[in-house]
């Protein structure tokens, strides 16, 4: 399975960016999906799961209330968004989709990853 990841660039603080993450195959409907991100000097850090049916997330609490996770995996498209609303400065970071049987918080756990794509929130 690979993950592409797109959609990061340049925004202002309290702008939006919307990230996908699309699938190589249809057969991630089974795994779960994350979204992880890691800004120069420390740890990748989880930012957000959905679960394979769709309807069960999570969210990290830096996050929580700005950004949203979805899944479309109808007409195979196989894809994962996170929009991100009302951006701060501090969500700058390379964002990383990641997939798994695992329902887990640790980027550890995961299987398939994307190549991040870049996110900067200017002040």
């Known amino acids: 399975v690979q993950l592409q990841a797109s959609g990061g660039g340049l925004v202002q603080a309290g702008g939006s960016l919307r990230l996908s993450c699309v699938a190589s195959?249809?057969?991630?409907?089974?795994?779960?999906t994350a979204w992880f991100r890691q800004a120069p000097g420390k740890e990748r850090e989880f930012v957000a799961i959905?679960?394979?049916?769709?309807?069960?997330?999570?969210?990290a609490a830096s996050v929580k209330g700005r950004f949203t996770i979805s899944r479309d995996n109808a007409n195979a498209k196989n894809t994962t968004y996170l929009q991100m609303n009302s951006l701060k400065p501090e969500d700058t970071a390379v964002y990383y989709c990641?997939?798994?049987?695992?329902?887990?918080?640790?980027?550890?756990?995961?299987?398939?990853w994307g190549q991040g794509t870049q996110v900067t929130v200017s002040s």
């Open positions: 990641a997939a798994g049987y695992s329902s887990s918080w640790r980027a550890s756990d995961y299987d398939y």
């Open positions: 195959e249809r057969t991630t409907s089974s795994f779960a």
């Open positions: 959905i679960r394979w049916n769709g309807y069960y997330t999570e969210y």
